[in-house]
Antibody, heavy 117, light 111 residues
């Protein structure tokens, strides 16, 4: 059974940084593209970023380009999202997911990021 | 503003069928057969229910079906049950992915 577990969320001040992690089990991690998807309180889903299975290619939604960095450690089955210059509108539950052609097959339970002073 | 357009809400009675539309463009739905649908209950993570326009993952009820015509994809739920009450999101592969890949979501109410 595929299991994805996010961690690293919390309260951070505007302009601050946070690093999210996602641990994966039950799948061959290094063969899967991975993605981060977020959901602001009471709002819809928003794709944030994705990364190729070997980490050689990354893609971002325009609103986070230059501020967020997606990366992975295939030796440890871990996915990361480094978030810098955080803004209030980055407040959301962040989900990691396996992804193929921007179709999201398995999801974690999410971790809440709150950007507030 | 979302990349794909869905109705904000739909409703139906138990046993009935409903259809949720998802309208895009030739750069997404119209150009690729990588349309997916997700069900999300309150406080829960989304769950994939349709991928590749028409395919169901293992374990998903055959009451859920997907289709596509031109730039519009559709999700049909037949034999509505109370447990189907949830938010539903569409997504499509797109060449303009930096602008977003999900629809705005549709709230399904089972009357």
């Amino acid at each position: 059974e595929v299991h994805l577990v996010e961690s690293g969320g919390g309260l951070v001040q505007p302009g601050g940084s946070l690093r999210l992690s996602c641990g994966a089990s039950g799948l061959t991690f290094n063969t899967n593209w991975m993605a981060w998807v977020r959901q602001a309180p009471g709002k819809g889903l928003e794709w944030v970023a994705n990364i190729k299975n070997d980490g050689s290619d990354t893609y971002y939604v325009d609103s986070v380009k230059g501020r967020f960095t997606i990366s992975r450690d295939n030796a440890k089955n871990l996915l990361f999202l480094q978030m810098d210059s955080l803004r209030a509108d980055d407040t959301a539950v962040y989900y990691c997911a396996t992804e193929t052609w921007l179709q999201f097959f398995y999801w974690g339970q999410g971790t809440l990021v709150t950007v507030s002073s | 503003q979302s990349a794909l357009t869905q109705p904000a809400s739909v409703s139906g009675s138990p046993g009935q069928s409903i259809t949720i539309s998802c309208t895009g463009a030739s750069s997404d739905i119209g150009g690729y057969n990588y349309v997916s649908w997700y069900q999300q209950h309150p406080g829960k993570a989304p769950k994939l229910i349709i991928f590749d326009v028409t395919k169901r993952p293992s374990g998903v009820s055959n009451r859920f079906s997907g289709s596509k015509s031109g730039n519009t994809a559709s999700l049909t739920i037949s034999g509505l049950q109370a447990e189907d009450e949830a938010d539903y999101y569409c997504s499509s592969f797109t060449t303009t992915y930096t602008l977003g890949v999900f629809g705005g979501g549709t709230k399904l109410t089972v009357l």
